[in-house]
Nanobody, 126 residues
Framework: QVQLVESGGGLVQAGGSLRLSCAAS????????MGWFRQAPGKEREFVAA????????VYADSVKGRFTISRDNAKNTVYLQMNSLKPEDTAVYSC???????????????????WGQGTQVTVSS
């Protein structure tokens, strides 16, 4: 079992930056691929970015490519999402998730993730 707690959300003007953190409990964190997803009001949850267990491989949604960077520190049991050049359409609740299936590539598929955090609100004003 892994527990995930996100932090770092807030209100920022368009063009600004935020860094989200996701702290994980448990000794198996370093074995899991991790992902960030977001859900805007009235919309379905969507993939944002994912990182492999080693940190060497990353995947991004087209909408955030070049603006967001996912990374992880296995010594600190934490995964990060650095968000730059934020746009109003990035406004959403951002959640991190863990994929416990070993050997799988970092995935954008929501149902392949087993553990989820509660989420942190990101609001980008125009």
């Amino acid at each position: 079992q892994v527990q995930l707690v996100e932090s770092g959300g807030g209100l920022v003007q368009a063009g600004g930056s935020l860094r989200l953190s996701c702290a994980a409990s448990g000794r198996t964190f370093s074995s899991y691929n991790m992902g960030w997803f977001r859900q805007a009001p009235g919309k379905e949850r969507e993939f944002v970015a994912a990182v492999s267990w080693s940190g060497r491989n990353t995947v991004y949604a087209d909408s955030v490519k070049g603006r967001f960077t996912i990374s992880r520190d296995n010594a600190k049991n934490t995964v990060y999402l650095q968000m730059n050049s934020l746009k109003p359409e990035d406004t959403a609740v951002y959640s991190c998730a863990a994929d416990r299936t070993l050997g799988r590539a970092a995935s954008s598929v929501i149902h392949e993730y087993d553990y989820w955090g509660q989420g942190t609100q990101v609001t980008v004003s125009s």
